[in-house]
């Protein structure tokens, strides 16, 4: 009979204050993806750049929900990665829709830097990113 070796457990990105960012996430996912759902099914010739990227948005954040409740040093870095990518989405989408309105007929969730949805989505990016940085693992 081998011997079975144990493999180590995955490091917890959710204790203490990843749980507020794994929740928020999670709000946020509920949020970006119902309004791109309606939108897209009720509305889509009207602001169809806008829609779809509030459905890529809700897609982020829920790829990122998801490799922060599964932990692990491979969920950590996906979600490093993720979260500057939607950072970089946030800025560029918050700046084109100040610069020229006239792109987006309708609102996304990252339009004026998320000021639709109380700025949490310039404010969650940068949050977890400093999160997962302090999780790092030796």
Do not use: N
Request: hydrophobic letters at 50%.
């Amino acid at each position: 009979m081998a011997a079975t070796e144990e493999k180590p457990a995955r490091a917890r990105l959710i204790g203490g204050p990843g749980i507020l960012l794994v929740w928020l996430y999670g709000v946020m996912v509920v949020g970006a993806v119902s309004r791109s759902v309606h939108q897209i099914a009720t509305e889509f010739d009207r602001a169809p750049l806008a829609y779809s990227l509030s459905a890529v948005a809700g897609l982020v954040y829920g790829f990122i929900t998801y490799t922060l409740v599964r932990g692990g040093e491979t969920a950590r870095k996906a979600a490093l990665v993720c979260c500057a990518a939607e950072l970089v989405g946030v800025l560029t989408v918050g700046t084109w829709t100040l610069v020229e309105p006239s792109a987006f007929p309708d609102a996304t969730v990252w339009s004026d830097y998320g000021m639709g949805y109380l700025f949490i989505p310039v404010l969650l990016p940068l949050t977890a990113l400093y999160w997962l940085r302090r999780a790092r693992t030796a």
